[in-house]
């Protein structure tokens, strides 16, 4: 959660950001590198940054203190950049990896304290063809031990990578949140690529890290109503930040000043474009039309929950509500302290009659549109039932829910719980439309819900949430997805409380299995149609396949896990015996649930996706020219394409190729080659330039 009395620090809020006790939305520019360095008079740019209607600066390099003192003096926040050797093979020029370490910690230790400074992006786009020569596991782990590096040295700052479409798999499971470089000119490609990118993201904040236009190519009005419609989109569908490419169209790369391109607000001369008040102009966050709401709390012995739940409720805004409170056969005095602290609460008292009988009493008795569920142990986000509302809007939905994120652990074995398998997960269809939402937080249209009969009464601790929401669909109605429409939802406090929730699942599950057997398998496992969230960010793994299309060429190379990665352990909790007890309950509790369904399986790991398969190699040499060049040498000379999942570019019989460009500090660049079998290579024209 939000980390009150940060003195102006930025914080995750869960799926968004928070400072000084409320929330942002970062809008920033890229600035630089420039030609010749920043300016002299850095004070006239930010001013005009600032104008614009930025509150923050993203840059490819890490800033000194003067460049952050002038920052501040005008309200700006400054992301720094990590600017290293991430073009070339820099684990197997281990002194590139080195050289970026001791380069984050110098400058952390210079400028990590300064209050400007928000944020590192450890790295930018590695290039797709380096990091499947590489291996994507082992790229990824060094982004990991950077992010690790950058927080030991600062704690205080928020720390990411930025990531393209091309290595979507190369996602940080300790970046603090997500970032996308997207460049679409299309809104509804835009639009569509967000709403999968939450799901990349797991629990954490998306953040578009670049987006911008070539006005040269495209003209200055056009370059400003994509940028218009891009920030709005970003805003609306829930992205927790957005961040325009570039300030100024002079740009500095690889050696030389960039000519052929204007992505600027300002161009070579420092004229304004139209582009620079785009995000002045910026639309509203939510529109206040749509359905009534009835916001309903179940709790049975929740004396030392519902009040936090309650007083979460009450913060709620932007939207017509109401709050029931069913008291299902407390003994405790939790009746007694919702009637005297909560006196605008509708509170039922009924005798114990288990869960699903008083979430449908508390529907009984709503007077709102829509019916929403949420926990005793749950805080709602102040913004969840505006956020519900949107996927309602467009009249495709009967039932809507979003995420149910863990607060920070209190102690190691909330931490290892967290982590554990079996918290309550929805499964997406695809990235808007879900097969199930957890009761935790599960709204649906009052009509939809008494269609199908409510809950079933016969499942009284666990289960009626699954049962519900196949029900609904099994009857025509469809189940929306708001990524932003989150909950926090405290998880068990032990690893005892933890196993006794598992058991109750098991238990519930073998009522599930009796009423609905064709929706499992012969060994007791739910036959899910999608996807289950596991909350932690989509990452290469054990059993990821990666689609790179033929020879890796595939602009958007996504990963596919039928079980989503689960949490990691949090950060200052990623001890010896929290990741010993972690590994015995991935084990135990999903063995324990399936014996208490009579059903249990084995799972098998499949083998590590990264660098491609463990036979010795041929021989590994440097080309000169391009990775497209040699590419096509390859394939004159009979070469055959590898298919769109293969970890190498092309084959002959009893051979295989791998190739990527990389890129030296001067600007340069040359192919690397990795050969195994025993085909000769091309013939290199001596007349060819290099």
Known sequence: ????????????????????????????????????????????????????GFDSIRLFEMPDGRFLDVARSVGLKVFGGLRWGQNADFLGRPGLFSAARVSLTNSLRAVGSHPALVGVYVGNEIPADLVRWMGPARVLAAVEDLIALGREVAPGLLFAYANYPSTEYLEPENADFTAFNIYLESPEAYRAYLRRLHHVAGDRPLVVSEFGLDSRRHGLERQAEV??????????????????????????????????????????????????????????????????????????????????????????????????????????????????????????KLEACGLSAARNAGAAVARGEVLAFTDDDCMVDAEWLARLRRVYQDGRFSAAGGPNLPPGPRCWQEAVVCAAPGAPSHVMLDDEEAEHLPGCNLSVRKEAFEAVGGFDPRFRTAGDDVDFCWRLRDAGHRLGFAPGAFVWHRRRPSLRAFLKQQAGYGRAERLLMEKHPSRFTPRGAAKWEGFVYGGGPVRVAGNSVIYHGPMGCAGYQSITNRMLPLRGLATGFDSALPALALAGLRV???????????????????????????????????????????????????????????????????????????????????????????????????????
């Open 1 to 52: 959660m939000a980390d009150g009395g940060d003195g102006g620090r930025w914080r995750t809020d869960g799926k968004f950001f928070r400072s000084g006790g409320r929330r942002l939305w970062p809008t920033c520019v890229t600035y630089g590198p420039f030609p010749g360095g920043f300016p002299a008079d850095l004070e006239r740019d930010f001013r005009r940054i600032v104008a614009a």
């Open 227 to 348: 940028l218009a419609w891009a920030a709005e989109i970003a805003r609306a569908e829930e992205a927790a930040g957005f961040t325009v490419y570039a300030w100024s169209d002079r740009w500095w790369n690889a050696g030389a000043e960039v000519t052929d391109w204007d992505f600027g607000l300002v161009d070579r001369q420092d004229r304004a474009k139209p582009a620079l008040s785009v995000i002045s102009r910026a639309a509203p966050l939510m529109e206040r039309k749509g359905p009534s709401f009835s916001v309903i709390v179940c709790t049975r012995d929740g004396v030392d929950r519902i009040g936090d739940c309650l007083r979460s409720v009450s913060r709620l805004r932007d939207v017509e509500y109401e709050t029931i409170v069913v008291d299902d056969g407390s003994d405790d005095g939790t009746a007694d302290l919702v009637a005297g602290e909560f006196p605008g609460v509708i509170l039922l």
């Open 588 to 690: 135990f509790s999903p063995f324990l649930r399936g014996w208490l369904r009579n059903r249990w399986r084995m799972q098998v790991p499949l083998r590590e996706a990264g660098v491609p398969e463990a036979d010795p190699w041929f021989d590994e040499i440097t080309l000169p020219g391009t990775r497209q060049e040699n590419l096509r040498r390859f394939l004159k000379e009979g070469w055959r394409p590898a298919g769109a999942t293969d970890p190498w570019d092309a084959s002959k019989p009893g051979a295989r190729v791998l190739l990527a460009d990389e890129y030296e500090a001067d600007g340069s660049r040359h192919t690397l080659v990795r050969l195994w079998g025993t085909a000769r290579l091309p013939e290199v024209p001596r007349d060819e330039p290099p």
